[in-house]
């Protein structure tokens, strides 16, 4: 049962800060067996290269083949300074992200799902949407992945199709009209 997040948050760029936290964070992920996901990075084989690759990204400078500017966010628990998710908000759609992908990927740490943190990640990025001039964000998720639905459709998503992807994997397309988010920000919001 979801719990609503009443805890103050905050949002933050990768910071040499959440060394510990993020290498702990992704171990937790890795336990899980799942793909791990957007924002957290596990691209990169050490924290060094993951933040440096961020930055660069960030700043959309040397993009890698296929990859457009993209800035990734960390959702932060202010009273115990805690990684709980994060995300990857890219800066426009190219046609592979259009397809699948779209503006916005998100996870939160596995042991803290299900209290809300997820629907309110996604509720931050659409506010950074709007911010970037991005009125419609294209979000998307796997047929079976009931709790991205679920984070999708509170925040209002509406869906477009579901395509079959070449894998034959079957993916929900949402687009969220980014005005509508009304849940910004009584949260600190890099820029
Ligand atoms: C998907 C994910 C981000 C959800 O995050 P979360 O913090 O648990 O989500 P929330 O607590 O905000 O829940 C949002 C809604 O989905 C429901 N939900 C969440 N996880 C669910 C699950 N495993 N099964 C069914 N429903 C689920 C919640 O109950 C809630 O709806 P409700 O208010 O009607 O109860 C998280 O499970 C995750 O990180 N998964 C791995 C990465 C991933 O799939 N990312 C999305 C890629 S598109």
């Not at 961020?54 to 959309?60: L, V």
Request: aromatic fraction near 6%; include cysteine; glycine fraction near 10%.
């Amino acid at each position: 049962m979801e719990q609503p997040v009443r805890e103050q948050l905050r949002l933050s760029l990768p910071d040499e800060a959440y060394a510990g936290d993020w290498e702990t964070a992704m171990a937790e992920l890795c336990a899980t067996g799942e793909a791990i996901p957007m924002g957290w990075h596990a691209g990169q084989a050490t924290f060094e290269r993951m933040l440096a690759f961020a930055r660069r990204m960030a700043e959309g400078r040397d993009l890698p083949p296929h990859m457009v500017q993209s800035t990734n966010y960390w959702l932060v628990r202010v009273p115990d300074n805690r990684l709980v998710a994060a995300a990857c908000l890219r800066h426009r759609l190219n046609d592979r992200l259009l397809q699948r992908g779209g503006h916005i990927g998100y996870g939160v740490r596995p042991g803290e799902r299900r209290r809300g943190y997820g629907t309110r990640m996604l509720a931050l990025m659409l506010a950074r949407c709007a911010a970037l001039g991005i009125a419609r964000a294209l979000v998307t998720c796997d047929e079976g992945n009931a709790g991205s639905i679920g984070v999708i459709e509170k925040n209002g998503g509406e869906l477009e199709d579901i395509r079959t992807g070449p894998d034959g994997l079957r993916l929900r397309r949402y687009w969220i009209d980014t005005a509508k988010s009304a849940d910004n920000l009584a949260i600190g919001v890099p820029k």
